[in-house]
């Protein structure tokens, strides 16, 4: 090949790469998101906010360069799957499945279109990866809670801030054995609390609810029990009535721990959970970096490395309890 024909080549894989790159610069990209929640309900309207914010602080812009194909499960999960299915249908470029879940369901669906996760809970365990290291197929992004323990932590704190609990109630969706993670999540889930109860010498009582009519009952069941805690989860299931929850906690005076960020700004006592705005941004990343060619399978699932410890001064003051100076120093924030 002489000194023109290399000339030429060049331009041409120049010209070559420089259309690519200019298609690509004018694509517009196709998200779809899948959540749990109710799009009306506080915690919907945040992850709405916040992951169109966070792709907005990486150069998306929506209806110009990204369309958000949004559909929300209202705390049921039995339409889930065939939300993924609409969303496949539509031919969107990645799937952000929030939580167990949506990430199970539009896992069911789809084995080629990239599926971020956010906030998976023990991904591993559920069978959403591989590994940590080596997600493998289609699926990545971030989770909340790699291995169990956090449970434990959450259930020590409240043993601190409140040492004479000796009873803890615990909220379940009685819907969660209808799927093969939340049947999981509820075994887990109650191994934890068993295991956790036994280390602190406490005890732990389930009170089931299958629909959102039986909530005021079952709180009525824990005002007339033995509990004087409660440990609230925040299934989606539950999320919508967190006003409600908390007002029986405030009027019967029992301390609370929320697993979920909000908790204790609606007025329960205290939450220990990861960074909400820390993983939503995270979340976004992944789905930046996969429109950018990565492929899943070469980005490690992320974990947590912040989380918060949030106080509610006012509601310990209505319960009658005094927070230990020691967990006041160690609190991220205080509502006072």
């Known amino acids: 090949m002489n000194r023109r024909d290399i000339l030429v080549a060049l331009l041409a894989l120049g010209g070559a790469s420089f259309g690519a790159e200019a298609q690509q ?19 919907g309207r945040y992850m709405l906010s916040a992951f169109t914010n966070s792709l907005k602080r990486l150069g998306y812009q929506v209806g110009k360069n990204i369309i958000l194909d949004w559909r929300w499960g209202d705390g049921e999960s039995d339409q889930l799957q ?32 990239p599926i971020v996760m956010h906030n998976a809970w023990l991904p591993v365990d559920m069978g959403f990866v591989q590994s940590l290291a080596r997600p493998g197929a289609n699926v990545t992004g971030t989770s909340f809670q790699v291995e169990s323990g956090l449970l434990p932590k959450q259930l020590q704190l409240l043993k601190e ?67 004087n805690a409660l440990y609230y989860r925040g299934d989606p299931f539950f999320r919508g009535h ?3 929850i908390v007002s029986f906690l405030l009027n019967h005076r029992l301390p609370s721990v929320g697993a979920i960020p909000g908790f ?9 959970a990861a960074d909400a705005n820390t993983a939503v941004y995270r979340t976004a990343r992944y789905v930046h970096r ?47």
């Open 264 to 272: 204790a700004e609606k007025g329960g006592l205290f939450v220990y």
């Open 25 to 43: 610069k004018d694509k517009v990209w196709r998200i779809g998101i899948l959540s749990p929640d109710a799009s009306a309900s506080e915690s």
């Open 82 to 113: 065939a939300f993924a299915k609409e969303l496949v249908r539509l031919g969107v470029d990645v799937i952000v499945a929030q939580t167990n879940e949506p990430i199970d369901a539009a896992m069911s669906v789809t084995h080629t279109i």
């Open 242 to 244: 967190a006003r409600e």
């Open 290 to 336: 996969i429109l950018k060619g990565t492929k899943p399978t070469d980005l490690p699932v992320e974990q947590p490395t912040k989380f918060n410890l949030v106080i509610n001064l006012k509601t310990a003051k209505v319960i009658g309890l005094k927070i230990p100076q020691s967990i006041l120093v160690r609190a991220d924030h205080v509502i006072e």
């Open 161 to 227: 801030i409140a040492p004479r609990v000796g009873r803890v109630a615990f909220l379940e969706n009685a819907n969660l054995s209808k799927t093969r993670t939340g049947s999981l999540s509820r075994d887990i889930i109650r191994r934890d609390m068993e295991q956790s109860s036994t280390t602190l010498g406490i005890t732990s009582e389930v009170f089931q609810v299958a629909r959102p009519e039986e909530i005021g009952g079952a709180l009525e069941k824990i005002a007339a029990s033995r509990c």
